[in-house]
T-cell receptor, first 113, second 110 residues
């Protein structure tokens, strides 16, 4: 089954404790991205990657890191989480070809206390 | 500044009503307009519109794009409680990146 898999689905952590949210897709998509969703603000892009070893900042990259060592995986790293990073996070993937839709993971609900 | 704006932000209707959701966009190197439905979790794809004036239809849902006026509408006829969700509009641009609107929250009450 074609899918984007994120883990964990829920995470509560303390300020400053490094964490990683994993994302994996099995559709051989070139393009992967991370979004955060906050009430009234919609989906805002954090980072994206056009292919292996190619990453770039989205609209709200501060406090986040990513890597793309393999085509299927695109982990999101929070080196020192803060309470303002409490949010719902989505990973998405798509073909790089225009005119194709993005597929989303199930989301990770992160709470930083 | 590139942006995608959806209206209304929130809508409450009775079962059987028809609703129209709006999405306007100003995006450089625009490619296509997408609609997603988000229930409890991940957004799921509904439509992609690339050409102006051609309606896409799926059951009770339909959508159309106006590339001259830079907007799209999503219509839902004979609404059901299962239509309750957040509806997201996204504009794709250069390569295949996406700008998302803030969404319209639709609640259908019996």
């Amino acid at each position: 089954e074609a899918q984007v898999t994120q883990n964990p689905r829920y995470l509560i952590t303390v300020t400053g404790k490094k964490l990683t949210v994993t994302c994996s897709q099995n559709m051989n998509h070139e393009y992967m991205s991370w979004y955060r969703q906050d009430p009234g603000l919609g989906l805002r892009q954090i980072y994206y990657s056009m292919n292996v070893e190619v990453t770039d900042k989205g609209d709200v990259p501060e406090g986040y890191k990513v890597s793309r060592k393999e085509k299927r995986n695109f982990p999101l790293i929070l080196e020192s989480p803060s309470p303002n990073q409490t949010s719902l996070y989505f990973c998405a993937s798509s073909l790089a070809r225009p005119g194709t839709e993005a597929f989303f993971g199930q989301g990770t609900r992160l709470t930083v206390v | 500044e590139d942006k995608v704006v959806q209206s209304p932000l929130s809508l409450v209707v009775h079962e059987g009503d028809t609703v129209t959701l709006n999405c306007s966009y100003e995006v450089t190197n625009f490619r296509s307009l997408l609609w997603y439905k988000q229930e409890k979790k991940a957004p799921t794809f509904l439509f992609m519109l690339t050409s102006s004036g051609i309606e896409k239809k799926s059951g009770r849902l339909s959508s159309i794009l106006d590339k001259k006026e830079l907007f799209s509408i999503l219509n839902i006829t004979a609404t059901q409680t299962g239509d309750s969700a957040i509806y997201l509009c996204a504009a794709s641009y250069t390569g295949n990146q996406f700008y998302f609107g803030t969404g319209t929250s639709l609640t259908v009450i019996p």
